[in-house]
């Protein structure tokens, strides 16, 4: 059986203990449960913002030091230490253009429209919008265009229009929210507040202090370790 884990740490004030010390309780646990932790697939990236990157300790596990990357692939997505989408944008339009060969094809077989919409969907759309809700929002210019240019090849090869990649983003969000609102168990459910008339929620909003808090924060060390057992 394998299963992927994560760990996200903050440190603050160059204070790394309680993130260490979360390693350390994933490590009994994985004991307690009869895993074993592959470090050879474990990967360590550091978020910082900071100017001075003050030294930062190699983590170990069992003994094993693990590896520190600036970039790792973390169930699909591509994560880079600047929380740039670029690397993860580009792999998905290589990877579905590649595809737009096949399409090609099946249109030169007088294969009508329906059938190629089929393929394009679910062989070419379906990776542009892998975890588009996590992604899309922060991507940039640039990468936003390299998406939307391969739904224009697609439409012109089947000649007709398709979704955009910012309306897809848009109804998976919608979905996303949707879903959080019925787990009254998920952490972000508590965001979600109706307005006096019960029909429409609250705007997602944050006040100065929040804000004040959350630019705080981001320039603080972040550790985020992926496992692999």
Known sequence: MKVVMSIEGLISENDDSAYREEVHQLINWCDRNKLLLNVNKTKEITVDFRKKHPTHTPLTINGSAVESVKSTKFLGVHITDDLTWTTNTTSLVKKAQTRLHFLRRMRRADLPTSALT???????????????????GSCSAANKKALQRVVRTAEK?????????????????SKRA???IKDTTHPAHKLFSLLSSGKRYRSLRCHKQ??????????????????NP
């Open 178 to 180: 949707i879903n959080i």
């Open 210 to 227: 929040t804000e004040k808090q959350l630019l705080s924060t981001s320039h603080q060390a972040d550790q985020h370790t992926e496992g």
């Open 118 to 136: 089929t393929f394009y969907r679910g062989a070419i759309e379906s990776i542009l919008a892998s975890s588009l809700s996590v992604w899309h």
């Open 157 to 173: 090869i089947i000649r007709s229009p398709q979704s955009a990649i910012q309306n897809l983003y848009a109804t998976h969000c």
